[in-house]
T-cell receptor, first 118, second 110 residues
Framework: DAGVIQSPRHEVTEMGQEVTLRCKPI?????LFWYRQTMMRGLELLIY????????DSGMPEDRFSAKMPNASFSTLKIQPSEPRDSAVYFC????????????????FGPGTRLTVL | SQQGEEDPQALSIQEGENATMNCSYK?????LQWYRQNSGRGLVHLIL?????REKHSGRLRVTLDTSKKSSSLLITASRAADTASYFC??????????FGQGTTLQVKP
């Protein structure tokens, strides 16, 4: 398996533009997570899905952020409109549930998308 | 904050020395995991210890867990320059998500 795939790897955009980040989880994984990492705030969980259904979106900063998972192999995180304070590295991760042997909810992270909003 | 706490925040040692990082968490757990993050990369799983285990080894890594104190430690023995990275603990409590600590940045000087 290729692991978790994220695109683009780098995104530079101007304030007010729409940004869409994409993620392909590992095949067979039931959970998908979106994180944001900054120097100031560390690693923050934004939202996670189980079997394509959003379970907890309490970490989504505001209405400008939205995430979808239309099928088991694809998810998007959209920011509209983008602001300079959204600049960060966004990670997608996937896992199998803890009760499914031999997996134990270990998360597999993608390489991240570095977003810069000017 | 839901995040666990780690200390120290930063650690600098010489190659060959041991590095110890500590982690505290807030809720009852199913397991506790440690991850490593090299600069500019995603997190990579290192080792997992279940709530009914007290110590676990994997190569040069040794993890301990004290559920009564809600704490864990990661020991890296005979450190190498290539161990330079950030290390995160993450607690799992059967909700499907992990609660990550704030991380310890380790620098191993050659």
């Amino acid at each position: 398996d290729a692991g978790v795939i994220q695109s683009p790897r780098h995104e530079v955009t101007e304030m007010g533009q729409e940004v869409t980040l994409r993620c392909k989880p590992i095949s067979g994984h039931d959970y998908l997570f979106w994180y944001r990492q900054t120097m100031m705030r560390g690693l923050e969980l934004l939202i996670y899905f189980n079997n394509n259904v959003p379970i907890d979106d309490s970490g989504m900063p505001e209405d400008r952020f939205s995430a979808k998972m239309p099928n088991a192999s694809f998810s998007t995180l959209k920011i509209q409109p983008s602001e300079p304070r959204d600049s960060a590295v966004y990670f997608c991760a996937s896992s199998s549930p803890y009760y499914r042997a031999p997996s134990t909810d270990t998360q597999y992270f993608g390489p991240g998308t570095r977003l810069t909003v000017l | 904050s839901q995040q666990g706490e780690e200390d120290p925040q930063a650690l600098s040692i010489q190659e060959g020395e041991n590095a110890t990082m500590n982690c505290s968490y807030k809720t009852s757990i199913n397991n506790l995991q440690w991850y490593r993050q090299n600069s500019g990369r995603g997190l990579v799983h290192l080792i997992l210890i279940r709530s009914n285990e007290r110590e676990k080894h994997s190569g040069r890594l040794r993890v301990t867990l004290d559920t009564s104190k809600k704490s864990s430690s990661l020991l890296i023995t005979a450190s190498r320059a290539a161990d330079t990275a950030s290390y995160f603990c993450a607690s799992s409590s059967n909700t499907g998500k992990l609660i990550f600590g704030q991380g310890t940045t380790l620098q191993v000087k050659p």
